[in-house]
């Protein structure tokens, strides 16, 4: 093995459940854009949901039982890279307050926080990376997750990756910033909010004439992309790890088929 291959850091893709159970895609243009920047990537087997659910639910300890899990699937590597602010924001800035009896199994969850980043940040923070050379020549708009920009600080990082990306141009939203009213749980609970929130979404998305709607959590883009259907709205809508990974050829925008129409 050369020196820097020894060097390159480990890092465990986090896959999250709806890239796993919707969108594989999301999961494997991570992995090309981690391999590209110098990271060795593994998949953790053992890994499941990150608990959000039912911390947010108020089951903690169901949310506990599933990051003691995640405390020995995740350990041993140099970082933990999730394709989600969401995800990423609840292993980093909530998990180890699940283990406040426990000083052991805290300082574990403690040592998986810190070396827990949103894809996109650890792409730009950690890695310094520089993008792949692809193209796409397209309008796009890119909508701001509650999780990854208000937990982790998540804003510049996607914008500073996809201004490398050959003719593309990002129109922003009038209030990119604004939940799309999906909110994990949330939607369930209130639907009649969730969906008036999603539609003044979809508008303020319709109004900036982009043909491409950008965002990094999946959740997000799900109930965005239901709602802009519904709308009959003709906006194709993309994790951003797709299009920094050069993959819009490969699969068909969340919500089509590869023909363009409503799967």
């Given at each position: 093995m050369s020196e820097s291959a020894a060097a390159a850091p480990r890092v465990a893709l986090f896959v999250t459940c709806l890239a796993d159970l919707y969108r594989p895609s999301v999961g494997f243009a991570a992995i090309r854009l981690l391999e590209a920047a110098g990271c060795t990537v593994e998949v953790p087997r053992a890994q499941t949901c990150c608990g959000q659910p039912a911390y947010n639910s108020g089951d903690h300890e169901t949310a506990r039982a599933?990051?003691?899990?995640?405390?020995t699937?995740?350990?041993?590597?140099?970082?933990v890279v999730a394709p989600s602010g969401s995800c990423a924001g609840m292993l980093r800035k909530h998990m180890p307050g699940l283990f406040e009896a426990d000083p052991d199994l805290r300082f574990k969850a403690d040592v998986i926080a810190a070396k827990t980043f949103e894809l996109t940040s650890f792409l730009v923070d950690v890695m310094g990376f520089a993008?792949?050379?692809?193209?796409?020549?397209?309008?796009?708009?890119?909508?701001?997750?509650?999780?990854?920009?208000?937990?982790?600080?998540?804003?510049?990082?996607?914008?500073v990756l996809l201004s490398r990306v050959e003719g593309l141009e990002i129109v922003e939203m009038d209030t990119p910033e604004v939940c799309c009213g999906f909110g994990g749980?949330?939607?369930?609970?209130?639907?009649?909010?969730?969906?008036?929130?999603?539609?003044?979404?979809?508008?303020?998305?319709?109004?900036?004439?982009a043909e491409l709607l950008l965002a990094?959590?999946?959740?997000?883009?799900?109930?965005?992309?239901?709602?802009?259907?519904?709308?009959?709205?003709?906006?194709?809508v993309r994790h951003v790890a797709e299009v920094l990974a050069g993959m819009t050829g490969e699969v068909a925008p969340i919500g089509?088929?590869?023909d363009g129409s409503a799967a």
């Open positions: 599933l990051a003691e899990g995640l405390l699937a995740l350990a041993g590597y140099d970082y993008g792949l050379d692809v193209a796409l020549p397209q309008r796009a708009t890119y909508h701001d997750s509650c999780a990854g920009l208000r937990e982790l600080g998540v804003k510049d990082q996607p914008r749980t949330f939607c369930v609970k209130h639907p009649d909010i969730s969906a008036r929130m999603v539609s003044d979404k979809t508008a303020d998305i319709a109004a900036t004439g990094g959590d999946l959740g997000c883009l799900l109930n965005m992309a239901g709602r802009l259907t519904r709308e009959g709205k003709p906006v194709a089509r088929g590869r």
